[in-house]
Nanobody, 122 residues
Framework: QAQLEESGGGLVQAGGSLRLSCAAS????????IGWFRQAPGKEREYVGA????????YYADSVKGRFTISRDKADNTAYLQMNSLSPEDAALYYC???????????????WGQGTQVTVSS
């Protein structure tokens, strides 16, 4: 059964950067989409962006466009979320998930990791 594991979260000052990793066990196929979501306390889970595994095409929410970059390393079966210019509004539990459509809805991603916490101090 496919599993995803996030890492790289932590505490960073406003304006700083973090890179999150999403390591996948089992084969990731070209048709797969790896999505990134985040959830802050008391808020709904929010789409951050996604990458199509085969082509590397990326998609971003407007709130992170220009600051966050999603990439993947096929050899390591790992996706990345590079986050720059972080603000306290970016603080959340960040998840990666795997699906097969470039959807912004969490319900379209059946496989999820456990999440990694990102805290941004002002």
């Amino acid at each position: 059964q496919a599993q995803l594991e996030e890492s790289g979260g932590g505490l960073v000052q406003a304006g700083g950067s973090l890179r999150l990793s999403c390591a996948a066990s089992g084969r990731t196929f070209s048709s797969h989409i790896i999505g990134w979501f985040r959830q802050a306390p008391g808020k709904e889970r929010e789409y951050v962006g996604a990458i199509r595994w085969g082509t590397g095409r990326t998609y971003y929410a407007d709130s992170v466009k220009g600051r966050f970059t999603i990439s993947r390393d096929k050899a390591d079966n790992t996706a990345y979320l590079q986050m720059n210019s972080l603000s306290p509004e970016d603080a959340a539990l960040y998840y990666c998930a795997r699906g097969t459509s470039d959807s912004t809805s969490a319900t379209d991603y059946p496989v999820w990791g456990q999440g990694t916490q990102v805290t941004v101090s002002s």
